[in-house]
């Protein structure tokens, strides 16, 4: 008796929270209110890249471009071409330090999480209050601790110093071990029943179930490689990212308005591409992610 009653208190909860179709409609007119506010300044960039100076600087300023061109593209280009390192450079060396950064990040930040999460050794509780202690500090406390680190281990100008310290990010190590911790474990004590080593339940069992977790880091991760310019770390012109030389380009005044504009966008196009094809993945993986022992 207790446990139909338990069950009809369940089934009039659920009924309770069934929403009626005007309500829904509401919802969502409001969601979709919110949703275009939010994509009105990346609208907004969108046609500035496309205006030419005219429209730039008229006002009261226009919303919409009205007489679309892609002189700021061809500018960006012939400017980028009078410089002694050409463009593919300055995107080769962004495409290095964003792809083996973000890469080195999920994966050092997963092999760590892994044995945190699942195992217990002495010391394991004190090595994950480090990292959650490590969460308070800006990086801009650690800047002068991190160049001196970099300089001691001679990679001040080179890619490395870029690279290796933002494989260390604290968040990615706490994101992963969470949701590690979710994972029951008589999935895993089932693999190693089949004879499956710790680095097969950990690349065949472990990174699959926690893919909405690696694809939150790659989100979080590219975007500051992405948009990194170096900082105080690259000092040679043939090693800079390419955001660094757009910022160059920039400083030019009112006559690289339009330039800046298409530049603007460049580096705005790539880390929402890979959101918007990393969000559908993660909401898919959501749904199906809730395991319990």
């Not at 990615?172 to 008589?186: N, R």
């Amino acid at each position: 008796m207790t446990l139909i009653r338990k069950r009809k208190r369940i089934f009039r909860f659920q009924k309770k929270l069934n929403r009626s179709l005007p309500v829904s409609i509401l919802l969502f007119m409001i969601l979709a209110l919110f949703g275009a506010f939010m994509a009105i300044p990346l609208i907004y960039a969108f046609n500035n890249a496309f205006k030419p100076l005219d429209e730039l600087f008229i006002f009261p300023p226009k919303f919409f471009v009205r007489n679309p061109t892609f002189d700021n593209f061809f500018d960006l280009v012939a400017v980028m071409g009078d410089s002694w390192v050409p463009l593919s450079r300055y995107f080769a060396n962004t495409f290095i330090i964003t792809v083996i950064g973000t890469a080195g990040h999920v994966l050092l930040a997963s092999m760590a999480a892994y044995p945190l999460a699942k195992y217990r050794f002495p010391g394991s509780r004190a090595i994950f209050s480090m990292v959650v202690l490590s969460l308070m500090f800006s990086p801009h406390v650690t800047a002068i601790p991190n160049y001196m680190v970099m300089s001691l281990l001679g990679w001040i100008n080179t890619h490395a110093s870029i690279i290796i310290p933002s494989m260390a990010f604290p968040l990615g190590l706490f994101l992963m071990k969470q949701f590690m911790e979710q994972l029951p474990d008589a999935m895993l004590e089932a693999a190693k029943m089949d004879g499956a080593s710790e680095y097969r339940i950990f690349w065949s069992v472990v990174m699959p179930n926690v893919k909405p977790a690696w694809l939150t880091l790659l989100i979080l991760q590219f975007p500051v490689l992405w948009g990194t310019n170096g900082g105080d770390f690259i000092y040679s012109e043939q090693l800079k990212p390419l955001n660094y030389a757009l910022e160059q380009i920039t400083l030019g005044g009112i006559a690289r308005a339009g330039v800046g504009a298409a530049v603007a966008l460049i580096l705005m196009v790539v880390p929402i591409t890979l959101f918007i094809i990393s969000q559908s993945n993660v909401i898919q993986t959501m749904s199906s992610s809730g395991m319990k022992d």
